[in-house]
């Protein structure tokens, strides 16, 4: 059964930081980009960062750039979100995201979500 589950999101102030983390099972976490995506209230779903399965490549959102950064530790099948000088429009609901192919075949998995509340 493919499990993600996120932790450590909260409240914090502006200018705070965070680590979330996504603990992954069910499936071959190593060969899997890894993502982490965001959706506020009343907006779509946002590609906040991700993390090739090979090479460990990363990419972010221009609004997260040289704030976030993303990592995977394999051995561990997790992947985590640092957040430093956090906003209030980094508010969001934090959603972790695993893609690849087996057998051919394009699979996609989601967690459940972290809130995260930036707020003084």
């Known amino acids: 059964q493919v499990q993600l589950v996120e932790s450590g999101g909260g409240l914090v102030q502006p200018g705070g930081s965070l680590r979330l983390s996504c603990a992954a099972s069910g499936f071959t976490f190593s060969r899997y980009r890894m993502s982490w995506y965001r959706q506020a209230p009343g907006a779509e779903r946002e590609l906040v960062a991700s993390?090739?399965?090979?090479?460990?490549?990363?990419n972010y959102a221009d609004s997260v750039k040289d704030r976030f950064t993303i990592s995977r530790d394999n051995a561990k099948s997790t992947v985590y979100l640092r957040m430093n000088s956090l906003k209030p429009e980094d508010t969001a609901v934090y959603y972790c995201n695993a893609d690849g192919t087996y057998a051919g075949m394009r699979l996609n998995y989601w967690g459940r979500g972290t809130q995260v509340t930036v707020s003084s």
């Open positions: 993390i090739a399965s090979i090479g460990g490549s990363t």
